[in-house]
C-alpha cells in the first residue's frame, strides 16, 4: 500500500502509538489447532525439529488429540522472573527442563503453574488463554486443566500464529445508573439500592434502557436525559499482577474509577485509552470497576465565526463526540453515551509485544513490507537473545508474508526490524476490478509465531486531469469508478462493532456491485473487524475524520491533543487494511463557512490544510488526503471542481439535464432520497401507518429548520416524471403511490449513474447518501433497518455492475450506448437494439458485435446499430411517437448469457395499467433445495415487484422484455421461512398474480 521511503515508517515509529489488538475471535485463528494443541519443544531443537512439529499439531488437530492446560488450583500465577523467558532459550543452570520433568512427574504443582501460563503465552488463541480471574458475576470463568501424562516443555508451537494480545474482556455482570448531573463526585456515596438496571458492554445507556423497556417509540423515555445527567456503571472482577485496562471507546466524559481510586478522565469517544493497573497477589480478592459519563457540558471556546444548525449539541464544537442522535430530522434522538467499545485486561505478564509498525508497498510488481516489532524487555533475557540471535543460531525474531519468511535483525535493545519482498505479487484490487488478494502476515519471536493480520498490496493515487479540476482515484495504475453509498451504523442504539454486526451490512453493499462505501463526518469510526471485511469484500474505504459545520477551536492546545490522539490511532490501527483508501478532514465544514460569508481562504484554517495532511503523510502515505467533503473551486462546494455533494436532481429538484450541465468530477455524496421501503418491511415495522400521515412523516428525514422534508422531493419527481399528482394518488390508491414512489428512486439512480458511467464522462464517481436507514421509515437508507433491499439498492445493483449496457438521451444525436468493462480481461460481446410499439410489436431492430479491452468502454449509436434514421429520443417529433421503449441487450459472444440490458423510456408517463400477460412459475433444485421464480411477459413490463414475506429475490423492480424469460432467485430470510409464498406485480400491469410452492 505505502509508496513512502524508509523513513516515513521510522517516523510513525517514533510516534510509538500502540496499535489496537486484533480480534481474537476471528474464525480462521479459532480453529482446533490454534486453540488447544499443545507440542512439546525444547531448547536444542532444531529447525527442522519444529517444522515437524508444526505438521504433527496440524495431525494431531484433525484427531482432536488436543490438550487443555492449567495450574491445579485452576489459578494462572504471574509468570516468576526466573521462567518469563522467550522460546528456545538455554537456561545455565537448566532450570526449566527440571521443571518440566518435575511438573510432569505431578512434583512440583508451583513450577507446574508457571510453565503452563508460559505454553499459553506463547502458543495458544484466545480460548485455551482466557485468563482466569472471577467473571464479573462471581462466576469462575473456563478454567484450564492439566494433564499430568502429557510432556510439557518450551515452547507451545502451533500450526497458526497466536493473537497479539492476550485480553480477557469486561463484558458480563455490568449495571447501570443514572443520576442528576453532578450529583456524586465519587462512587463511594452511590447506594445498592438505587435504580439500578444490567447494561451490555460493549454498549451504550440508551441499548440498556431499551433492554429494560425503558423506551418510548424509537428513542428512550423523556425523563432519560442522555446528555444531561449522570450515568454510572459497575461491575466486579477478581485478578492479580500487572495488567492494562484497554478502554476502546467511552463516550465522552467519562471517569475510570477502580477501588475507589479515579485513574483516568477522558474526554474523546473516538480514542482508545489505557491504564495500567497493579491488582496484587491476592488471587481471590474482588476489584470494583466504575465508569461514569459526565452529562455533556460546553467548554468555553473563542467566539464562533458561523453558527451550524445540523448539530442540536453545541458541546460537540470542542468535545469529541458523534453528532449520530444529535441531528433534529436526521434520526432518532437517541445519543451515543456509554463504554460503546470493548473493555478488555490485558496481562502484561502475558503479553510478548508491546508496539507494531507494519508497511507496504509495491516496486515494479514487487511486494514490500516492512515490519518493527517492540518485543517485552521481559521476553528478552541474555539466555534467550544474544545479537539478535537464539541460542541454536537462528534469529529469535522472524517476519512470515504469505509463504515467505525473513530474519528481523535487532536495532534496539527491545526493537527488532525486517524487510521482505514477494516477487510478482498478488495485488490487491476493488472486486469490481481485481481478485481482492490478501496475505496472511506473522511475526516468530523464538519460534512462538503471533498473527499480525493480513495485508494486502495496491498503489493509490489520485489524478486530477488535464485542467486540474478532477478527481480520479488511480489503484494499481487503473483509474476506478467508485461507486456506493455513505455508511451510517449497523444499529443507531447500541453502536455494535462486531464482525457479525458489521458483516450484513457490507456484503449488501459488495451484492450491490458497490466498491466504495464512505463513513461521514457526522457518524463514528468504526472498529478494526469493519476495515477487515472491507480488506475481504474487494471494497474501497473513503474515511471522513469526525468533523462537520462547526466552527472548530483548531488552536485550543487540549483539543488539538485530543484530535492528534485519535487520528494517530486510527491510522496505525488500520496501517495493514489496503481498503482504506481516501482521508477526508471532515463533512461541510468549508461549505458551511462559505454559506455563512466566510472569505474562501479563511473556510477551512490550517488544521484541515496543513496539520491533518501532515499525520497522515506521517503514518499512512499511502492514502489520498482530501480535505474536507465539499471540497473545490471558487466556492467550496462546486460540483465541477473536485469533490461534490450533488444534489441537483434530488433536494434542488432539477431535472436530468442538470446532471452534465453540472459537470459534477466525484460526488462523495449525492442523491439523498426519501426511499419507502419493501412492502414486506412496511408490514412488520410500521402495520397500518399510512403514507402522509404524522407517524409516517416521523421516519422522513428533512433538514433542521427547513419548511420542506425529502419525502416532497421525491413526490415532485413522482409528478414530473410519471405525472402523478402525489396527493392525490396517496388518497386514492395507496398501493400506486407506494409502488411508483418506490420506481422513481430507481430510475433516478439508474440515470444518473447512466450518466456519470457513459463514456467520456469527466465522473470518477458517486456516493449515494446512505447505505442504511437509521429508523423505520422511508428514510435515505437503500437498505430498511430491518436488512431487506429497497428499490434503490436494486437498481445501484444494476446500474454499478463490472460489466454492463448503459443508455443516454443525446436529444438530437438520438440514443447512445455506453458498454463499460471493469473487469481485467477483455469483453467479446453481441449488442441487440429494438424498439417497441404498445410493448411488443418490433418497429426497429439491430444487432452488432463489439470488444471492450480491459477496464475501458465503448460508446455505440442506436441508429448505427440499426443501419438507418429512427427518432428513438422523440427529438425531431415528425408527427404522433411510434414507439413507447427501447430495449437494449449485451450478450457473451461466446456462451450467449445475457450479462446486461438497460432501457429508454421516451415518455415516463404513468398511463392506465394495460394487461401484460404476466406469467409466474417456482422451480426448485434438486441438489441444495433453492427455489427460483421464472417469470415471463407477453408486453414490456415495468418495474416488475416481487413482494414475499419470507424471501429476498435476488433481483428486484426490474424492467421485463416481452418474450424474454427471466429467472430471479429467492432467499430465505430465515430458516423457518417454509415454501415461497409471495406476488408479482408490474408497475404498468393491470394486475398482480400469486405465488405459492408446494
Known sequence: MTVANHDGASKRWRARARVAARAVGRSRLMGPVATNTLLAVNATTTANEVEALHSEGARRAGAGLGLTLSSPDKTLHPLSEDVSL???????????????????????????????????????????????????TGERMPSRTLDSDAPLSLPALLAHARPLDITVPLDHGWQLLGTPAGAYA???????????????????????????????????????????????????????????????????????????????????????????????ELPAREHTLHLVFRALTATPLRRQRWRQKLISAPALRGLRSTALGRMPGWCAPVPAVGPWRQLALVDLQQQWISHVDIETRVVDGVGIVNLRVEVRPSRLTRQACVGGKRADGEAFVS??????????????????EGELSMPAVRLWWPHTHGESTLHDLSVEIGGGRFDLGRVGF?????????????????????????????????????????????????????????????????????????????????????QDMMFANFDYP?????????????????????????????????????????????????????????????????????????????????????????????????????????????NVRFASE?????????????????PGVAAGTDAWKTGVPRDNGADWDFEDVRDHYLQTLYGLDPTATRAADPRLYLDASRAVSADLITEVFSEWRRHGSSCAGGLVWQLQDLRAGAGWGVIGVDGRPKAAWYAMKSVFKPVQLLITDEGL?????????????????????????????????????????????????????????????????????????????????????LIGEASHLPDRTLGAPVELGLQATLERAAVDGSWTLVLEARRFARFVQVVDPHYTADDNFFHLAPGRTKRVRLQARDSHAGTPAGQVRALNGVQGLEYRGL
Open 86 to 136: 522467550a522460546a528456545g532459550s538455554d537456561l545455565a543452570d537448566g532450570g526449566l527442563q527440571a521443571a518440566a520433568a518435575q511438573a510432569s512427574a505431578g512434583e512440583n504443582p508451583r513450577d507446574t503453574q508457571a510453565l503452563s501460563a508460559i505454553a499459553i503465552a506463547i502458543g495458544t488463541s484466545s480460548e485455551a488463554a482466557n485468563d482466569p480471574m472471577r467473571a464479573p
Open 813 to 897: 444525436n438520438g440514443l447512445h450506448l455506453h458498454i463499460v468493462n471493469d473487469r481485467p480481461t477483455p469483453l467479446m460481446a453481441r449488442v441487440e437494439l429494438s424498439s417497441l410499439r404498445h410493448g411488443e410489436v418490433s418497429l426497429v431492430n439491430g444487432t452488432t458485435e463489439i470488444e471492450v479491452a480491459p477496464h475501458s468502454t465503448v460508446r455505440l449509436s442506436a441508429a448505427a446499430i440499426v443501419g438507418r434514421f429512427f427518432d428513438f429520443t422523440y427529438a425531431y417529433r415528425f408527427g404522433p411517437r411510434e414507439h413507447d421503449v427501447t430495449l437494449a441487450s449485451l450478450y457473451d459472444a461466446a456462451t450467449g448469457q
Open 554 to 662: 483548531a488552536d485550543d492546545p487540549l483539543f488539538s491533543a485530543d484530535v492528534s490522539a485519535e487520528v494517530e490511532q486510527l491510522l496505525l490501527r488500520t496501517q495493514a487494511n489496503p481498503s482504506l483508501a481516501v482521508i477526508c478532514g471532515g463533512s461541510e465544514v468549508a461549505q458551511q463557512a462559505a454559506m455563512f460569508g466566510v472569505e474562501a481562504r479563511a473556510a477551512l484554517p490550517d488544521f484541515f490544510t496543513e496539520r491533518l495532511p501532515a499525520l497522515v503523510a506521517r503514518y499512512r502515505p499511502d492514502l489520498v488526503y482530501v480535505p474536507n467533503s465539499p471540497s473545490g473551486g471558487a466556492l467550496p462546494f462546486q460540483p465541477d471542481t473536485s469533490i461534490a455533494h450533488y444534489y441537483g436532481v434530488g433536494a434542488y429538484r432539477r431535472g436530468f439535464d442538470d446532471v452534465r450541465r453540472s
Open 399 to 416: 517476519m512470515i508474508c504469505g509463504d515467505q519468511q525473513n530474519a528481523m535483525r535487532r536495532v534496539d535493545s527491545n526493537v527488532f
Open 670 to 686: 449525492c442523491l439523498a432520497l426519501s426511499n419507502v421501503p419493501a412492502e414486506e418491511t412496511l408490514a412488520v415495522l410500521m
Open 186 to 280: 465519587t462512587p463511594e456515596a452511590l447506594r445498592a439500592d438505587d435504580d439500578w438496571i444490567r447494561a451490555p458492554v460493549p454498549g451504550t445507556v440508551a441499548q440498556a434502557l431499551r433492554d429494560a423497556g425503558r423506551w418510548n417509540g424509537d428513542a428512550p423515555q423523556a425523563d432519560a436525559d442522555l446528555d444531561g445527567r449522570d450515568w454510572w456503571y459497575s461491575c466486579r472482577f477478581t485478578g492479580t499482577g500487572s495488567h492494562m485496562l484497554r478502554c476502546d471507546g467511552l463516550a465522552t466524559l467519562a471517569e475510570v474509577w477502580v477501588d475507589g481510586v479515579l485513574h483516568l478522565q477522558a474526554r474523546n469517544m473516538f480514542a482508545t485509552h489505557e491504564v495500567e493497573l497493579d491488582l496484587g
Open 458 to 542: 495496491r498503489t493509490i493515487e489520485v489524478e486530477h486531469g488535464e485542467d486540474g479540476a478532477g478527481f480520479s482515484l488511480i489503484v494499481n495504475g487503473v483509474r476506478v469508478f467508485c461507486r456506493g453509498a455513505c455508511w451510517t451504523a449497523a444499529d443507531l442504539v447500541a453502536l455494535p462493532s462486531t464482525r457479525e454486526a458489521y458483516e450484513p451490512w457490507l456484503r449488501a453493499a459488495r451484492d450491490a456491485n458497490m466498491n466504495m462505501v464512505r463513513i461521514a463526518g457526522v457518524m463514528t469510526y468504526e472498529a478494526n473487524p469493519f476495515f477487515e471485511l472491507c480488506d475481504e469484500l474487494g471494497i474501497l474505504v473513503w
